[in-house]
């Protein structure tokens, strides 16, 4: 039997295609039932769920949101947070696939430094350990340490207690392919498309990120997300 899977995508309201584009590939890859919710820092607060000041410096609007998932998964299964510059090329499911179960969370552990100083629309590029740990988490709704991460836990704790997973033992950190996070720019292209593309420094729907490696890919599927839309009346 399938495993219930919640995947929560952060969504920045400066970049609702990139959101779209990312819902619309996973949907359209899975082979089985998949929930898709996108993270809007706006109706988090309305809710009471979110209530950090404003912080202008931010790079997205869901740079600490994410780490509600959990939380507003409210299960003992598995749930999923994704950055909104993500395009999938293959079905979410297979991530179950000999995974480790006994861990709290799964992600990609990168160990790089920035190539880029500049990124997206002129942000600048921050680096920091676990850079991108975070821009792909699987959570075991399950575990003792993803209970405990709760709104509380995210409205007061630093941005590097959270993005470095401090939260959670070492221990307790399970390890992704890169191909399940792959950052476009950061490492060489390989022979075969990963399943997941993060367009982490800015990816085709910027105007100057035309021609990023998988250009082709994402543009592709935005224009079988746009096939989708009902065309206004007459």
Known sequence: MA???KVYVGYDSREDIAWQVARHSLLRHASADVSVFPLKQNTLRELGLYSRPLDATAATEFSLTRFLTPYLADHDGWSIFCDCDFLFTDD???LFEGLDRSKAVHVVQHDYVPAQ???MDGKAQATYPRK???SFILFNGAHPAVKALTPQVVNTQTPAFLHRL???EDKDIGALPLTWNFLE???PKPAQTPNVIHYTNGGPWFENWQHVDYADLWLA???LYEATLTPPSA
């Open 3 to 5: 495993d219930l899977i």
């Open 92 to 94: 979410i499911h297979k």
């Open 117 to 119: 100083a500049i990124k």
């Open 132 to 134: 991108n740990w975070s």
């Open 166 to 168: 401090q939260w959670v």
């Open 185 to 187: 720019g950061e490492y």
């Open 221 to 223: 599927e935005k224009a």
